[in-house]
């Protein structure tokens, strides 16, 4: 097995303008004001757009000069955020699932833990967090309609942050619309609820349940939203507390998938060397995927991912909503809330030939069980299952 070390692997920060950028970080940390300054200028000046490192040198020189002079800064990357919800940029976010391995990996663990789970189950409850436009389900149903056993009734509950305005579920109402016509199309006995909210604001008791269906929480790149910090000065952890509501769900079987980064309880410059590290990685992989001119690379990495650095080396406190940690922090505090790890070693091999992955992307396991896909041996991201419920036999 690979282990979760090296917090910052040395490979991807070998470039002359990442050491310079850090340089100067050390003295933002000294509150040399000024002087910092007039460096970022100089270093955003010898940006260019060729190389992945430079690219990314370049968003976090114009976040930290935003940060030095006041300047605000973009909320998060959040696809479906006002500010961003263009044609284009959903285009841009559609060739990222189906060009690259990054979502595709998450969605396509998750479908088979839960394919695995399901046999011949006559009905099927699936509570989506942060369910985005739904894409994870079509390729789902595609998956069923291959396997022997008969398709269960799948009812499918959508949560997502609410649009601005008075009507908020009119995005996740549309994504239950197309998931309904591609299930009808395939003869599938399908229902969608929306919920539109913050999964740490839901009131999970209210939860329409059936306890005889089997119950599958899914949560694809979406608890790094939830705080972590106090709130409104109680002791409470918000994402701590969410875990434990799901286990009091139970679940016969949750699906965690998250970047590999730890954005979450670092001091700015070490913040920052954490951004340099896997967005740089991040931006190799696409430019071998998409090749260095396609232009919604260029949308993928300046306004999602560049919006979510924005975020992370920007904000402070609430405002700071991309808070990634990594599988050894996951691990802890599933554990903690009583969740038990489901391995599925075979899967491995399994991912590696539907993703037709070609080097340097590999798949591996940390130390903790959890499945990772990497990108010249530097993890990305990682996927995990958690065992809720007694349904579901854990397998080693």
Request: proline share 6%.
């Given at each position: 097995m690979t282990t979760d070390i090296l917090p910052i692997p040395a490979q991807p920060l070998i470039h002359p303008l990442v050491d310079?950028?850090?340089?100067?970080?050390?003295?933002?940390?000294?509150?040399?004001?000024?002087?910092?300054?007039?460096?970022?200028?100089?270093?955003?000046?010898?940006?260019?757009?060729?190389?992945?490192?430079?690219?990314v040198v370049a968003i976090v020189t114009r976040c930290l000069l935003a940060h030095i002079d006041g300047s605000p800064t973009f909320q998060s990357g959040n696809l479906?955020?006002?500010?961003?919800?263009?044609?284009?940029?959903?285009?841009?976010?559609?060739?990222?699932?189906?060009?690259?391995?990054?979502?595709r990996y998450g969605y396509l663990y998750a479908n088979n833990i839960l394919l695995n789970t399901i046999k011949n189950a006559p009905d099927l409850h699936i509570v989506d967090i942060g369910i985005g436009s739904g894409a994870q389900w079509g390729l789902f149903f595609e998956a069923l309609q291959k396997r022997s056993f008969r398709c269960p009734t799948i009812r499918l509950t959508g949560i997502d942050v609410p649009l601005p305005g008075s009507d908020t579920t009119a995005r996740l109402r549309q994504v239950g619309i197309s998931l309904s016509n591609q299930a009808n199309s395939m003869g599938i006995s399908f229902s969608y609820e929306p919920i539109a909210t913050m999964a740490e604001h839901f009131d999970w008791s209210c939860l329409s349940r059936d306890t005889e269906s089997i119950l599958m929480i899914n949560a694809a790149?979406?608890?790094?939203?939830?705080?972590?910090?106090?709130?409104?000065?109680?002791?409470?952890?918000?994402?701590?507390?969410?875990?434990?509501?799901?286990?009091?769900?139970?679940?016969?079987?949750?699906c965690l998938i998250e970047p590999v980064s730890n954005h979450n309880d670092l001091p700015l410059a070490q913040r920052i060397r954490e951004v340099l590290n896997h967005y740089i990685t991040v931006f190799a992989a696409l430019e071998t995927c998409l090749g260095p001119h396609h232009r919604e690379r260029e949308i993928i990495e300046q306004h999602f991912f560049g919006r979510e650095i924005w975020n992370i080396i920007g904000s402070e406190g609430t405002d700071r909503v991309e808070r990634h940690e990594r599988p050894a922090a996951w691990h802890q505090r599933f554990r903690r809330a009583q969740?038990?790890?489901?391995?599925?070693?075979?899967?491995?091999?399994?991912?590696?030939?539907?993703?037709?992955?070609?080097?340097?992307f590999t798949i591996g396991c940390t130390e903790e069980g959890m499945t990772v896909l990497q990108w010249n041996q530097t993890p990305v991201v990682a996927a995990s299952a958690w065992i809720g419920h007694s349904g579901i036999t854990e397998t080693s």
């Amino acid at each position: 097995m690979t282990t979760d070390i090296l917090p910052i692997p040395a490979q991807p920060l070998i470039h002359p303008l990442v050491d310079h950028l850090l340089h100067i970080v050390d003295l933002i940390t000294a509150v040399k004001k000024t002087r910092t300054r007039q460096h970022l200028v100089m270093l955003q000046k010898r940006c260019g757009s060729a190389i992945p490192a430079e690219r990314v040198v370049a968003i976090v020189t114009r976040c930290l000069l935003a940060h030095i002079d006041g300047s605000p800064t973009f909320q998060s990357g959040n696809l479906y955020n006002e500010a961003v919800h263009s044609q284009d940029m959903l285009s841009a976010y559609d060739l990222l699932v189906r060009a690259t391995p990054f979502i595709r990996y998450g969605y396509l663990y998750a479908n088979n833990i839960l394919l695995n789970t399901i046999k011949n189950a006559p009905d099927l409850h699936i509570v989506d967090i942060g369910i985005g436009s739904g894409a994870q389900w079509g390729l789902f149903f595609e998956a069923l309609q291959k396997r022997s056993f008969r398709c269960p009734t799948i009812r499918l509950t959508g949560i997502d942050v609410p649009l601005p305005g008075s009507d908020t579920t009119a995005r996740l109402r549309q994504v239950g619309i197309s998931l309904s016509n591609q299930a009808n199309s395939m003869g599938i006995s399908f229902s969608y609820e929306p919920i539109a909210t913050m999964a740490e604001h839901f009131d999970w008791s209210c939860l329409s349940r059936d306890t005889e269906s089997i119950l599958m929480i899914n949560a694809a790149f979406s608890l790094h939203h939830v705080p972590v910090e106090t709130q409104h000065n109680t002791i409470i952890n918000p994402r701590d507390e969410l875990i434990k509501k799901l286990f009091a769900l139970q679940p016969t079987v949750l699906c965690l998938i998250e970047p590999v980064s730890n954005h979450n309880d670092l001091p700015l410059a070490q913040r920052i060397r954490e951004v340099l590290n896997h967005y740089i990685t991040v931006f190799a992989a696409l430019e071998t995927c998409l090749g260095p001119h396609h232009r919604e690379r260029e949308i993928i990495e300046q306004h999602f991912f560049g919006r979510e650095i924005w975020n992370i080396i920007g904000s402070e406190g609430t405002d700071r909503v991309e808070r990634h940690e990594r599988p050894a922090a996951w691990h802890q505090r599933f554990r903690r809330a009583q969740f038990m790890p489901h391995y599925n070693p075979s899967l491995i091999t399994q991912l590696h030939e539907e993703l037709e992955l070609t080097s340097p992307f590999t798949i591996g396991c940390t130390e903790e069980g959890m499945t990772v896909l990497q990108w010249n041996q530097t993890p990305v991201v990682a996927a995990s299952a958690w065992i809720g419920h007694s349904g579901i036999t854990e397998t080693s």
